[in-house]
C-alpha cells in the first residue's frame, strides 16, 4: 500500500507541475520526464543461485535533447533511484532494503504514427551506487535498452510508457517498466492564448468600389482606360505614403493589375483611385454573360493590406454597345484564318485578269465583293440595333459577329457584313472606315488616290468620299444581288444624303484601332470552304469591263473636252490611242494612232510599236521602233522600247546595241534598263511587258 502511494504521488506530482505551465505554441528541442519505475530482477549477478533479489521501486528524471525535426534521434541523460527488499546473503538472514543510485547517458529514437501516437526506442548506460541499510555500499556499471509509446496531450506535455531490459553488473539483470510524464521545454518567445499581441493598427480601408460591365471584346482597352474606380479612406491619425492599389479577377487576367501608386492620404481624408484590368485570351472564351469575383487589394506601410471583393458582370465575347462607333473596329480581323484564307485566294484568282490602269484598290474590292458572293452570303436585318430607333438608347448591348461567325452563318445584317469587308480588305493591305449614317452603318476602302489624282482620272468625286485629301469608296455592304459597281453608287448616295444635313459620321479602322485595339476568334483548326477560282473569275470578269468601261468613258469625255474641238487632230488621236491601250482596249488604240500616224503624227509610231508589244507581236513592235528611231536618232527612248522588243525576241547583240544608242544619249536612262542584257535570252523578264511599264508618247 505504502509502494502504491509513492507511484500515485509521483505522478500526480509530476502532472500537476506540467498542466501549470499551460500550453504552447511553440517548443525547444528539450524535453524532459519525471517516470515513476518498477524493476523485476530476472538473472543473478556474482551471488549464488540461493540468493535472491525482490522487486524494486523507484524513480527518474530524464533529459533529452533532438537532434532537428528532420531527424528521429535525440542526446538522452536520466539520473534516478530505486529501493527493494534485500533475502539471505551467505547464509545470513538479512532483513532490509537495498538502495541503489544511477547516472545514465545515451541515444533514443522518436517515430511519430501521429499528432497524439508515437513509438520510442532508446539505450543507454552509465553508473551506479549501491548499499544495505547503513552499511557502506559499492559501484557497479549499468547498461539499459529498451522501448515504448508516447501519448502527446499538447504541444508541450504527454505521457510516456516503457520497457527495458537492464544489467546492473555485480548485482542483478532484470525487466523495468516505467510510466512517466513527459514536458517539451516551451520557447520563451512562444506566444500563449493570453499573450496574443495586439494587431498592428491597419489606418486605411475601401470604402466603395464602383465598377462597370466587362465586355471582353475590349480586353485590350481596359489596360489604360478604366473599367471602375475605389475610394480608400485614411481613418489614422497619421498620413499614410506610397499606397499601391491592385486589381484582380483570377479567372481572366495572369496576375493583379497595378492600377496606381498614391504618393500620400492625408489622416482624415478619402481619394478616388481608377481601376485597370489586363484580361488574357481567356475572357474570350465567354459565351454567356457570367458574374465574377474582383478583388481590390491596398498594399502599404511596412507589409500592412487591405482588400475588398465585389461582384462584376462579364458579357459574352460578342457584346457591345452602340454609344461609340468606332467599338465595331475591335471586331475587324484581318489575321482571322478564314479571312486571310478567302482574302487570298480571291485575288489569286483574278491575278492574272486585272487591269494595269484602274486603281489596283478597287480591282480588290471587287474581287473580294465578288468573291463573297459567290461564297453564298444573304443579308439579314438585326431589328434590334439601337440606332435603328428613333431616341433609341445607345448605351443598350448589343450583339455583333465576328467575320468568322459571320462566314460560317453565311449570314448578317449591316455591321457584320461591315466588319467582314473591312476584315477582308484590310488582309489585303487596303486601309478602311466605317461610315454611319441614320439608322445604318456600312463601309469604305481607300482608293489609294488624292481628290486632285481621282480628279485628274476624271473620276467623279460625288461617287467618293473625301477626308484629308484622300479618296475613299463606299459600298453599301447587304445588297447581296448587286455587283460592285452597284454597291457602290448605293452606297455614295446614302453618304451625299446624310452629308447634307451633318448626320454622318466617318471611323478609319486603324485609327479605331489605337482606342480599341482588334480582337480575333481564337483559331480552332477549322477551315472555309473557298469558291473555286472559275466561279471567282467568271463573276469578277463582267464586272471589270464594266468598272473599266466607266473610268475610261470619263476620261475619254474631259479628253475631248480638253481637245477644243480638234478631235480629230493628229495629235488628238494620239491621245486617244494612248488611253485606250493603257485600259487594255487594243482594237480601238490601234485605229485611232493609224490615223494619227496617217495625219502625220511620229509619237503615234512608237505608241503603235508599244501596242504590239503589248498584244505580244515583239517582231512587228521591233520593226515600228526601228523605223522611229531612224526618224528620231537622238531620242534614247525610242532605243530602249527596241531593246525591250529585241529581248522578247532573245536577239541579245540587238539588244546590246540599243542600250549601247541609249547610253550614249541618256546615261541615267539606260541604267534603268541594263537588265534586259540580262534576259534577253530566255525573254523571261523583257516579255512581262504591261501598259504602265511601256514608255509612252
Not at 517515430?111 to 557502506?136: E, H, K, N, T, V
Not at 523495468?176 to 517539451?184: A, D, E, K, Q, W
Not at 534576259?679 to 523578264?685: F, L
Request: with cysteine.
Amino acid at each position: 500500500m505504502r509502494r502504491a502511494c509513492v507511484v500515485i504521488l509521483v505522478l500526480a506530482a509530476g502532472a500537476g507541475i506540467l498542466w501549470g505551465q499551460g500550453r504552447a505554441s511553440t517548443v525547444t528541442p528539450w524535453s524532459f520526464t519525471v517516470s515513476p519505475s518498477l524493476t523485476l530482477p530476472l538473472v543473478m549477478g556474482d551471488f549464488s543461485s540461493e540468493q535472491y533479489f525482490d522487486t524494486a521501486y523507484g524513480g527518474s528524471l530524464a533529459v533529452e535533447y533532438s537532434l532537428g525535426p528532420s531527424s528521429p534521434l535525440s542526446i538522452t541523460a536520466a539520473a534516478g533511484g530505486s529501493a527493494g527488499g534485500f533475502l539471505p546473503v551467505d547464509g545470513i538472514t538479512v532483513s532490509g532494503t537495498l538502495g541503489e543510485l544511477e547516472v545514465l547517458a545515451g541515444l533514443a529514437a522518436l517515430w511519430r504514427a501521429s499528432p497524439l501516437l508515437a513509438f520510442r526506442a532508446f539505450a543507454d548506460g552509465g553508473a551506479g551506487y549501491s548499499w544495505i541499510l547503513s552499511s557502506s555500499g559499492g559501484a557497479y556499471g549499468v547498461v539499459r535498452a529498451g522501448g515504448g509509446v508516447q501519448l502527446s496531450f499538447t504541444d508541450s506535455w504527454g505521457l510516456s510508457l516503457d520497457a527495458a531490459w537492464t544489467q546492473k553488473f555485480s548485482l542483478y539483470g532484470g525487466l523495468s517498466v516505467g510510466l512517466g510524464t513527459v514536458y517539451r521545454l516551451q520557447d520563451a518567445r512562444a506566444v500563449t492564448p493570453t499573450q496574443v499581441p495586439a494587431e498592428r493598427p491597419r489606418p486605411l480601408s475601401i470604402t466603395a468600389v464602383e465598377s462597370g460591365s466587362v465586355f471582353p471584346l475590349f480586353r485590350s482597352y481596359y489596360d489604360t482606360h478604366q473599367l471602375g474606380t475605389v475610394t480608400i479612406a485614411n481613418k489614422g491619425s497619421a498620413a499614410v505614403e506610397s499606397v499601391h492599389v491592385g486589381f484582380l479577377i483570377r479567372q481572366y487576367m495572369d496576375g493583379a493589375k497595378e492600377c496606381a501608386v498614391v504618393p500620400r492620404i492625408e489622416p482624415g481624408a478619402s481619394v478616388q483611385v481608377p481601376l485597370y484590368a489586363l484580361f488574357n485570351d481567356k475572357i474570350l472564351d465567354v459565351t454567356e454573360g457570367t458574374k465574377v469575383i474582383a478583388e481590390v487589394t491596398l498594399e502599404y506601410g511596412e507589409g500592412l493590406t487591405a482588400s475588398k471583393t465585389t461582384s462584376i458582370l462579364v458579357y459574352d465575347r460578342n457584346a457591345m454597345t452602340w454609344d461609340d462607333d468606332r467599338h465595331a473596329a475591335a471586331f475587324v480581323s484581318s489575321k482571322d484564318p478564314w479571312v486571310r484564307d478567302l482574302s487570298g485566294n480571291f485575288l489569286a484568282d483574278v491575278k492574272d485578269a486585272l487591269n494595269p490602269e484602274l486603281p489596283r484598290n478597287l480591282q480588290v474590292a471587287a474581287a473580294v465583293h465578288e468573291g463573297l458572293r459567290a461564297f453564298g452570303m444573304s443579308y439579314v436585318m438585326s431589328p434590334n440595333r439601337p440606332f435603328l430607333k428613333e431616341g433609341g438608347d445607345l448605351s443598350v448591348v448589343d450583339t455583333l459577329n465576328f467575320p468568322r461567325q459571320t462566314l460560317g452563318y453565311r449570314a448578317g445584317d449591316c455591321a457584320d457584313f461591315s466588319v467582314l469587308y473591312a476584315s477582308c480588305l484590310e488582309a489585303a493591305g487596303i486601309e478602311t472606315a466605317f461610315i454611319t449614317v441614320p439608322g445604318h452603318i456600312l463601309m469604305a476602302f481607300d482608293l489609294g488616290l488624292t481628290a486632285a489624282q481621282a480628279r485628274a482620272r476624271a473620276m467623279d468625286l460625288t461617287q467618293l468620299v473625301i477626308v484629308d485629301d484622300r479618296a475613299w469608296i463606299p459600298l453599301e455592304t447587304t445588297m447581296r444581288d448587286a455587283d460592285t459597281l452597284g454597291i457602290w453608287r448605293k452606297a455614295a448616295e446614302e453618304w451625299r444624303e446624310a452629308s447634307a444635313d451633318g448626320s454622318e459620321a466617318f471611323y478609319p479602322v486603324h485609327e479605331a484601332w489605337q482606342t480599341f485595339p482588334p480582337v480575333g476568334l481564337p483559331a480552332d483548326g477549322t477551315n472555309v470552304t473557298v469558291p473555286s477560282a472559275a466561279t471567282v473569275r467568271s463573276a469578277f470578269t463582267p464586272v471589270l469591263a464594266r468598272l473599266v468601261d466607266v473610268e475610261l468613258n470619263a476620261r475619254l469625255a474631259a479628253q475631248g473636252k480638253a481637245q477644243a474641238g480638234e478631235p480629230k487632230s493628229a495629235a488628238a488621236l494620239n491621245e486617244r490611242g494612248v488611253l485606250l491601250a493603257k485600259y487594255g482596249r487594243f482594237t480601238e488604240a490601234e485605229s485611232a494612232l493609224k490615223q494619227a500616224v496617217t495625219g502625220g503624227s511620229q509619237p503615234a509610231v512608237i505608241n503603235l510599236g508599244n501596242v504590239a508589244l503589248l498584244r505580244g507581236d515583239a517582231a512587228a513592235a521591233y520593226e515600228l521602233f526601228q523605223q522611229a528611231s531612224r526618224k528620231n536618232p537622238k531620242d534614247a527612248r525610242v532605243f530602249i522600247s527596241m531593246a525591250r522588243a529585241a529581248a522578247q525576241l532573245g536577239r541579245t547583240a540587238d539588244v546590246q546595241s540599243a542600250l549601247q544608242s541609249a547610253n550614249t544619249l541618256n546615261p541615267e536612262l539606260a541604267a534603268q534598263y541594263a537588265s534586259l542584257s540580262e534576259t534577253s535570252g530566255s525573254g523571261t523578264r523583257a516579255a512581262e511587258a504591261s501598259a504602265v511599264d511601256v514608255i509612252w508618247y
